[in-house]
């Protein structure tokens, strides 16, 4: 892959942006972590694993590797994931903290401090211990993004019971799937919520799931939220008002093992049904609530923190429940979209809260971007002090964009023209990581690093990432091959639930010993990481390797265009071929007639005569899953003229009868 021409393009991005004085003043954490973290590993790790989590007992072991890949970290310690979120917090007296900020998307708001979050779970820990539930059991939750969500996964926890939460857009045999291989007990339900001012029902997915018999589920304990009417099973079905707030506030939280499940949480891989990747407590901890303070550079009592991420996917477990409240942080949820009442709707949630952290997706970015920078530089977002990105590469333009036009606000314009600047925009701090991973895993150090626009760059301390070829061995800089994990960390996966050789198959057999994550990377000239997309993103073409991302970025990168998907369709002479599929900016005839054969001959210019797509497609939207992931999948039927396959987990099922019009027309 050395010579390959196009993966030497991402290096044609050359700014970086170091930090500012100011910044590295006041700082969390600096170089020293990465030093400490490089003499000695796993003293590292104790070190920080005290520092970040109250233990009952203490551990004396910090990694056991005798059963490999079966690691347990911090084995002989125990805690209580609940006690470590909450209690502890009100004993040290910041009871009056706030914790939650609740804003629906109606616009009603409520708010918890950390003493009445404490209390809300100690009665939904004594509600759910009543229905039946104690240690071991699993619970599916099935919600909105209320505070309920947040109540039921740490009344979980602190039972010891394992949750399962399975994203709100699912369908009714999606969670009928997870209920089963989990074999849960309990369902936590709402009525519904609301999308785009509309009440959207949840409940009646559940009673369609639970329909057939031969389920192992006993109740459905069902949150108030729209009041719509709702079908009802007698003795099985509770209302949440009718149970929880009755419950005794008190409950003393039991130490569990380090070991002990924490959650399960399902996620597609490439080909059959879903893995549900199972997490424990001790490890998970540590290391989400590390990276959270590190990477963000938290100030838990002047901060306040939005990570926009729905409780359905990792980034809401690990980044909106867990490691923000074991910091002590005070974290924003909102239930809606962005666009609702109107497109202004964030700016207008960071303004009102004044966030200083924001946790968000390439993908939402991209959307704002596309509805034009007036609407942002309408509002004061001159609190956001840090910015984060997850969940798929980050094109420059966007990068660059976010920095622009969020991170150095200063203050609401006027007229249609933006505010005031700041001297020093909010850092960016782009995060890669997996459901697999548990927390960041590569992610900048916002007062170390000289942050590159579109590159996740660095590993965080502790953490020994690698780009290595076919036959396992590392490339040099400037060169791309596969992501590994050389060594075990501490909220790694512990395994596939019920699955322990497809654990072992998927993860641990394409490198021996590394962790295979089925990214592709580049390391750059200064040995900095690109994440390049999936592996199975990666297209061939007449023998070279090509990147969906990097065309997309390079199309993105024109004028012209919104957003872009771009997949390698079957081609009997090349292998395979580029097609792209794009969303242009503005209206109908705000650009030429020919404006495909024009971003053809942009990418030509942009990468290289190789990477110039076959086709552009101009499309009204993109197939999208629920948290944000083109399914390329689907635009690979459409290019090479096969009907769409199983489109039901995007977000919108209608979008590929909309790209098949649009093709046909
Ligand atoms: C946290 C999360 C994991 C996959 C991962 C990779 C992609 C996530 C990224 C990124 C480039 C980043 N990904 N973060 N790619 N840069 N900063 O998203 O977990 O839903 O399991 O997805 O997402 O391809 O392998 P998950």
Not at 341 to 369: E, H
Not at 484 to 491: E, L, N
């Amino acid at each position: 892959m050395a010579e390959n021409p196009t993966l030497d393009n991402l290096s044609s991005e050359h700014r970086a942006f170091p930090p500012s004085p100011e910044f590295v003043k006041n700082a969390v954490a600096d170089a020293s972590l990465y030093q400490r973290a490089a003499e000695d590993r796993l003293g590292y790790w104790a070190e920080r694993a005290r520092e970040a989590i109250t233990w009952h007992s203490d551990f004396t072991e910090v990694l056991d590797d005798s059963n490999a890949p079966f690691y347990r970290w911090f084995g002989d310690g125990k805690l209580n994931a609940a006690y470590n979120a909450l209690d502890r917090h009100v004993e040290a007296g910041h009871g009056d903290r706030t914790a939650l900020h609740f804003e629906g998307e109606p616009g009603d708001t409520a708010s918890y401090t950390y003493a009445e979050l404490t209390t809300a779970v100690k009665q939904a820990a004594n509600a759910f211990a009543s229905l039946g539930v104690g240690a071991g059991d699993r619970v599916a939750v099935y919600l909105p993004m209320i505070p309920e969500a947040v109540i039921t996964m740490l009344a979980c926890a602190r039972l010891g019971a394992v949750h399962s939460v399975v994203f709100g857009g699912f369908s009714a045999d999606a969670l009928r799937n997870r209920i089963d291989d989990a074999e849960a007990k309990l369902v936590v339900t709402a009525d519904g919520t609301w999308r785009r001012t509309k009440p959207s029902p949840l409940k009646p997915a559940v009673d369609a799931a639970l329909e057939a018999p031969g389920h192992t589920v006993d109740n459905v304990l069902v949150v108030r939220r729209n009041a719509e009417p709702t079908a009802w099973v007698e003795g099985r079905d509770l209302w949440w008002h009718e149970v929880v707030p009755q419950a005794s506030a008190e409950h003393t939280a039991q130490p569990f093992d380090s070991e002990h499940p924490l959650f399960i949480l399902y996620t597609s891989g490439t080909t059959g049904r879903p893995k549900g990747i199972l997490h424990t407590t001790g490890g998970y901890l540590v290391q989400t609530a590390v990276t959270h303070r590190d990477t963000f550079d938290l100030h838990p009592e002047t901060d306040v923190y939005w990570c926009t991420a729905d409780v359905g996917w990792i980034t809401g477990h690990s980044y909106v429940t867990y490691a923000p409240l074991v910091n002590g942080s005070t974290v924003l949820l909102y239930e809606g979209t962005m666009d609702t009442p109107d497109r202004g709707r964030w700016w207008d949630l960071v303004q009102k809260y004044k966030v200083s952290i924001m946790y968000t997706a390439p993908t939402a970015i991209r959307t704002a971007m596309k509805w034009g920078r007036e609407i942002p530089d309408a509002y004061d977002l001159s609190s956001l002090r840090v910015l984060g990105t997850v969940g798929e590469p980050i094109n420059p333009e966007a990068w660059m964009w976010y920095r622009e036009v969020i991170g150095a606000n200063n203050g609401a314009g006027t007229d249609g023209k933006p505010g005031p600047r700041k001297e020093h925009p909010a850092p960016i701090v782009d995060t890669w990581w997996q459901t697999e991973t548990g927390g960041h895993m590569i992610a900048p150090l916002p007062a170390v690093t000289a942050t590159k626009p579109g590159s996740a760059q660095v590993a965080v301390p502790g953490i020994s990432t690698d780009v290595v070829d076919e036959m396992g061995t590392p490339v040099g800089n400037g060169e791309g091959g596969y992501l590994v994990i050389r060594d075990p960390w501490p909220s790694m996966l512990r395994g596939i639930w019920g699955d322990p050789e497809r654990f072992k198959e998927t993860y641990w057999s394409r490198f021996e010993t590394m962790y295979f994550a089925g990214d592709g990377a580049k390391k750059d000239e200064d040995g900095d990481i690109w994440l390049l997309g999936r592996v199975d993103d990666v297209m061939n073409v007449s023998g070279h390797r090509l990147s969906t991302t990097e065309i997309e970025s390079s199309l993105v990168g024109h004028e012209a265009v919104a957003e872009a998907a771009v997949v390698g369709a079957k081609d009997e002479t090349t292998g395979e071929a580029v097609v792209a599929f794009v969303i242009l900016r503005g209206v109908d005839g705000d650009w030429p007639a020919d404006i495909s054969e024009q971003l053809r001959l942009h990418v030509g210019k942009d990468i290289g005569p190789i990477a110039k797509p076959k086709a552009v497609f101009v499309v009204p939207e993109l197939p999208k899953t629920r948290s944000g992931k083109i399914m390329r999948r689907l635009l690979k039927d459409v290019a090479e003229g096969r009907a769409a396959g199983d489109s039901s987990t995007l977000a919108d099922t209608t979008v590929m009868d909309q790209i098949a019009e649009t093709m046909r027309g």
